[in-house]
């Protein structure tokens, strides 16, 4: 203690009403046994001692054991600093054991002529709580999943987290003490202002997802469609809201496409709902010609000269419809591969001339081709079928003029090109031509006109060889189709097959085991195939063949159909070859578009035909089979 620092006496009845009544706790102590001279009421309450029992400790009773040597260093300090006061956070143990935080004041003085130290103690427990209540708020506030704001009643903000900083690119410092409108694009900043007064007026807590379309945008100008949810909470500060805003955009993205793929569906289940429907008719028209015309024939006999070339054309009309039918689902179904190859286009080229030449001369068409001549890199056969189905449509919307296919290299690519002066096509109807069944002037669907299934087979087949399509048209002067091609470098040596002779006749007539479930088809066949020179040998399934073979039928050839009960027909073609042991020439017949399995195991020395069977290939692969 200074020297020159005064002693302090207080008399008792002042003592009495500054000390005993305070609501803060205060303590004088022995300044150098450290006993505990006078404790208010205040502290023995805090503390649940009585009068008598707290004067009867020391001071250091007062703090837990790891604290006690506290209080007399601090003693010790005010003399060796000569300081009038030393300012102390630790904290006090009760008569039951428990502790609470205190700050205390201690300083030196004088009571009845000793020195003695004043403490004078305030319990923080509750501003202790409170922190610590604070700390945890700010922590989970600066976990929260989303980006996070607390905003007070004139729209500050005071509190911004980490994930808010990323969503709008400023820095903490940049956010915290800026009205929550920076966050508002320009255009909507009054009409938010409003909106925010009139919630401060009637507060409320708003879910996130209320349904409010609401946009923010961030330091670099950039607006994000946003859903927030609002609290409000009472502080000692005033009303305080804290906003959890979240960035849909993702969301917003992902319901986009999935309403374009609704759309999608629902404009693809449309267009096959239609495609179906017109090939229902398609499909109808033929057979019901057919139906008439065998009425007649079997009334009046001696009409059947007459009406059979009829029913074969109603026939091959519907042959024609079927394969095309069967091309569209083989291609959506990924039955048909892409065998790609280097070759010449000028031999493509040349073969498409020689088949369409004779229709364009027939309407006084020039058909031509110019342009270069390269080597390009795709299915020959496959890229053929598209420019052929160009330049028939060319030749068939082409009254006078020309049609010319002209080749034209571009980059990585030959633009193949079929130029013609027709009629041409209107704009509104060039985005649906590769639809199914879109013909342009065929309301009545005439056959006559074809089925309007070209160009959809056309749009597959480009799709599986991944070449681009493209079409201009102007009415009235012409139509331009054209695909690219990828630039191929060394053309592949192809063999051209040799030229086709008359078939020898057959030394003996072969034996056919004919395989198929539908009695109909049995019958018919059995006819055909008799009729020509065969002698047949017939089976419902699988077991009534082997049953034949066991009879001492063998066969030179075996026709099955696909679809047998209980066996397929490339089990029952394997089965047989293994009981004649001998690997039997073999035709598969089947209606499955598909054929999935086929693929995965495709039969060797068997030819695969699709239904409706062209009769005439049927007896020339019989007859090169066998001979």
Do not use: W
Not at 27 to 43: E, T
Not at 185 to 208: G, I, N, S, W, Y
Not at 327 to 348: C, H, N, T, V, Y
């Amino acid at each position: 203690m200074r020297e020159d620092s005064p002693l302090q006496v207080v008399p008792d009845d002042l003592l009495g009403m500054v000390l005993e009544d305070s609501v803060n706790e205060i303590y004088l102590i022995d300044a150098h046994s450290l006993g505990i001279v006078f404790a208010n009421r205040a502290a023995r309450e805090n503390l649940g001692y009585s009068p008598d029992e707290i004067s009867a400790l020391p001071a250091d009773a007062l703090m837990p054991e790891f604290r006690r040597s506290e209080l007399a260093n601090r003693i010790a300090a005010l003399y060796a600093e000569d300081a009038e006061h030393v300012l102390l956070k630790t904290v006090l143990r009760r008569k039951n054991r428990s502790v609470y935080p205190v700050e205390a004041k201690v300083q030196l003085s004088a009571l009845e002529g000793r020195p003695v130290v004043v403490a004078f103690i305030l319990d923080v427990t509750n501003r202790v709580e409170t922190l610590a209540s604070l700390q945890q708020t700010r922590e989970l506030f600066e976990s929260a999943p989303d980006a996070s704001v607390v905003v007070d009643q004139d729209g500050i903000i005071r509190i911004a987290n980490t994930q808010a900083t990323r969503l709008f690119g400023y820095s903490n410092a940049e956010l915290v003490g800026s009205t929550i409108e920076r966050l508002v694009p320009l255009r909507l900043r009054d009409k938010h202002v409003q909106h925010r007064r009139e919630f401060a007026a009637t507060p409320r807590v708003r879910a996130m997802g209320s349904g409010v379309e609401l946009v923010a945008q961030t330091k670099s100008g950039n607006e994000v469609p946003i859903e927030v949810s609002l609290s409000p909470v009472e502080t000692d500060e005033g009303r305080l809201t804290a906003a959890a805003i979240r960035d849909i955009t993702a969301r917003r993205q992902s319901d986009a496409r999935l309403r374009a793929a609704m759309a999608e569906a629902e404009r693809a289940n449309s267009s096959k709902s239609r495609f179906l429907a017109a090939a229902s008719h398609d499909l109808r028209q033929p057979l019901q010609s057919v139906g008439l015309y065998l009425s007649v024939a079997l009334r009046k006999p001696e009409q059947l000269l007459d009406v059979g070339p009829k029913m074969q054309r109603s026939l091959d009309a519907m042959s024609e419809l079927l394969d095309s039918l069967l091309d569209i689902s083989r291609l959506d179904g990924g039955s048909i591969q892409a065998d790609r190859k280097d070759f010449p286009i000028g031999e493509l080229i040349d073969r498409v001339l020689a088949e369409a030449g004779p229709l364009a001369n027939e309407k006084g068409l020039a058909l031509e081709s110019r342009g270069d001549s390269a080597i390009v890199h795709s299915d020959q056969a496959l890229l053929q079928r598209i420019v052929e189905n160009f330049v028939a449509n060319a030749i068939k919307y082409t009254e006078t003029g020309s049609v010319t296919i002209d080749c034209r290299r571009e980059d990585d690519h030959l633009r193949l090109s079929i130029v013609d002066t027709g009629c041409g096509i209107p704009e509104a109807s060039l985005e649906r031509i590769f639809e199914e069944y879109y013909q342009l002037d065929n309301p009545a669907r005439d056959r006559r006109r074809g089925f309007g299934l070209g160009l959809t087979i056309v749009k597959h087949v480009a799709a599986l060889l991944g070449h681009e399509l493209q079409v201009s048209s102007l009415p009235g002067k012409g139509s331009t189709f054209s695909v690219n091609v990828p630039l191929g470098t060394t053309a592949e040596l192809v063999l051209k097959p040799p030229a086709a002779t008359a078939e020898p006749p057959l030394e003996k007539s072969p034996v056919v085991l004919l395989i198929d479930d539908d009695a109909a088809i049995v019958d018919a066949m059995t006819m055909l195939l008799e009729a020509s020179g065969f002698r047949v040998h017939r089976a419902m399934n699988g077991a009534e063949a082997y049953a034949q073979l066991d009879t001492g039928v063998r066969p030179d050839i075996v026709i099955s159909d696909y679809r047998l009960p209980g066996e397929n027909g490339l089990e029952v073609i394997d089965h047989i070859r293994t009981s004649t042991d001998s690997s039997l020439p073999s035709i598969l017949i089947t209606g499955d578009t598909a054929a999935s399995e086929i693929r995965r195991s495709p039969p060797t020395d068997c030819e695969v035909l699709n239904k409706p069977v062209d009769t005439d290939r049927l007896l020339r692969l019989i007859r090169q089979s066998v001979s």
